[in-house]
Nanobody, 128 residues
């Protein structure tokens, strides 16, 4: 029953930064593993990052964004974030927030099919 809405997307020049946010409602946010995925036109949906309900440990990031993107969560605000730095043109995609209730697992958290709730996505465009 959880609903997710992303925000913060836009256009930015290569090397710039953006901060995405995903607000959850209609569920117990703290019990959900949260994740970010992205999908470029004509391409598969790719895992970006995931975070457990605690937000303190058990995070996982894709190699393509490790060191540039950082995921965090604020349970008091029912919100997760994706801080994106040193953006590249290949980061251009629709970014989706996802959630699933259950025990965090690094392997499962990388699988898009594991998640049951998705936001509508927010567009990120990086120009060269």
């Amino acid at each position: 029953q959880v609903q997710l809405v992303e925000s913060g997307g836009g256009m930015v020049q290569a090397g710039g930064s953006l901060r995405l946010a995903c607000v959850a409602s209609g569920g117990t946010f703290s019990e959900y593993t949260m994740a970010w995925f992205r999908q470029a036109p004509g391409k598969e949906r790719d895992f970006i990052a995931a975070i457990s309900w605690s937000g303190r440990t058990n995070t996982a990031s894709a190699d393509s964004v490790k060191g540039r993107f950082t995921m965090s969560r604020d349970n008091a605000k029912n919100t997760v974030y994706l801080q994106m730095n040193s953006l590249k043109p290949e980061d251009t995609a629709v970014y989706f927030c996802a959630a699933r209730s259950g025990v965090y697992n690094p392997m499962n958290a990388r699988r898009s099919t594991w998640y049951g709730a998705w936001g509508p996505g927010t567009q990120v465009t990086v120009s060269s």
